[in-house]
């Protein structure tokens, strides 16, 4: 009999993040999804059988010599709809990069033909090698999701990117990739930048003006924008939030900061989305100490000077075929001054949303309309910022299938 649930193998490999793939297979679990875990055989160092056996509910085993009746090594992977590879080492990466078929997880690998997720976790010099780089460029070239590791402390002393990102993030991606299927991969092989959060920008030590983004439609974006196959740069201004699975978080303050990180990301993306709320204006002086109050004085006006705007700089340095999108924030005459800021600020694409107390800021949820350069206009009801996401995602790949693949290539900035 078939299994009505959406079958996952999780395979493993051999590091020490194993243990965070227990939280990732019980969430997958009990959130009913039939999975097999598949280890490889130095996967089992670092957690043993029974934990995964107990956990799936599944009999476990590394080699293809077990049960060969049912010919495991080709029927796990056919009958897949996901294979998610957590925590994928440099080895393992290498392996399925090159099409090895030593055991019975990279088997799975070759047979699959439905998405095929891997979360790298490795020391930062194993992961910036240029033999691991090139191995990930391979394997997202042939539409396989590599979501990007985290960055923190690693085992040891050292810290750097090589963290597996959150088993709860892993989920999401894993939730996502399962919903679009395999058609959804529509990003696979591009580079989207994305910026999120909201800038600060210093009076002096212990004070800033800000503003109240949350970072969580930004956020989204990164998400979504990892589940559909793209390679992604967050630039995040002070954001609570954890990062993204899939996406390379740079945390930046203030508006300048962020110019600066968005401005070379975008270098080498295929679409950019400015989704974070930077200020306009920053004190014309930074006070290098606290300022004080004085007795029977009033306080020194505050004067303000103007912000790069990064959106309308990318619209004017924007490599041939690249997509650039903003957001509108608007509390009056929505529409109106959506169409006008769109034409100012030169994007692609600008999604329109009202804010004001209560109707976007935190709130997980949004409602937008998105103009186009080319006059559509497109309506987004209120509903998950990720839904939004995916809205923005569709018509951003819309507009790179137009973009000829040779000229996107041969293009710098
Ligand atoms: N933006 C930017 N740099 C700035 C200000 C805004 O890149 N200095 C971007 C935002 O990320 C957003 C878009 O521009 O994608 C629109 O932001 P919004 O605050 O709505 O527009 P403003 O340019 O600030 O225009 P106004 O204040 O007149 O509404």
């Known amino acids: 009999m078939t299994s009505p649930k959406p079958r996952v193998v999780l395979g493993v490999s051999a590091g020490i993040a194993a243990y965070k793939a227990c939280e990732l297979l019980r969430r997958l679990t009990e959130s009913g999804h039939d999975v097999t875990v598949v280890p490889t055989a130095d996967a089992l160092r670092f957690v043993g059988e029974p934990t995964w056996a107990a956990l799936s509910g599944k009999p476990v085993s590394p080699q293809v010599w077990d049960g060969v009746a ?8 056919q009958q897949a709809d996901l294979v998610f590879v957590a925590p994928a080492t440099a080895d393992l990466l290498a392996r399925a990069a090159h099409g090895l078929a030593d055991d019975l997880l990279t088997n799975t690998l070759l047979t699959a033909r439905c998405p095929v997720v891997f979360a790298p976790a490795m020391h930062t010099e194993m992961w910036q090698h240029p033999a691991t780089q090139a191995n990930v460029a391979t394997l997202r070239e042939r539409g396989a999701v590599v979501v990007e590791p985290a960055s923190g402390r690693l085992t040891g002393k050292d810290t750097g990117p090589g963290r597996l990102p959150d088993p709860a993030e892993l989920f999401e991606v894993a939730r996502h990739v399962l919903a679009r299927g395999a058609a959804g991969r529509d990003l696979a ?4 930048v994305v910026s999120a959060g909201g800038t600060r920008e ?10 109240r983004s949350s970072g969580l439609q930004g956020y989204a974006l990164a998400r979504t924008a990892a589940a559909r196959g793209a390679r992604v740069t967050l630039v995040s201004a002070n954001v609570a939030l954890p990062d993204p699975a899939g996406a390379e978080t740079v945390a930046v303050g203030s508006a300048e900061e962020m110019r600066k990180a ?15 709320a930077v200020a306009d204006f920053r004190p014309a002086g930074y006070r290098g100490s606290k300022i004080k109050k004085t007795e029977g004085a009033e306080p020194e006006p505050i004067r303000l000077v103007k912000n790069p705007d990064i959106l309308a700089e990318l619209g004017r340095i924007r490599r041939q075929g690249q997509v650039v999108v903003g957001f509108a924030a608007e ?5 109106a001054n959506g169409q006008a800021k769109l034409a100012r600020k030169g994007c692609d694409l600008l999604v329109v949303n009202q804010v004001g107390e209560n109707l976007t800021f935190g709130r997980p949820d949004n409602a937008a309309v998105v103009l186009g350069a080319d006059g559509s206009r497109t309506e987004v009801p209120r509903g998950a910022k990720e839904a939004l996401a995916e809205v923005v995602w569709d018509l951003v790949a819309a507009r790179l299938e137009r973009t000829p693949s040779d000229v996107r290539q041969g293009e710098g900035r």
């Open 70 to 77: 049912e010919v495991p090594h080709v029927r796990l992977g």
């Open 189 to 192: 092989g591009r580079h989207v």
């Open 202 to 211: 210093a009076i002096d030590p212990v004070r800033f003006i800000g503003n």
């Open 262 to 276: 968005v401005v070379e990301a975008a270098g080498s993306a295929d679409a950019v989305v400015m989704a974070a």
């Open 331 to 335: 509390t009056d005459d929505v529409l």
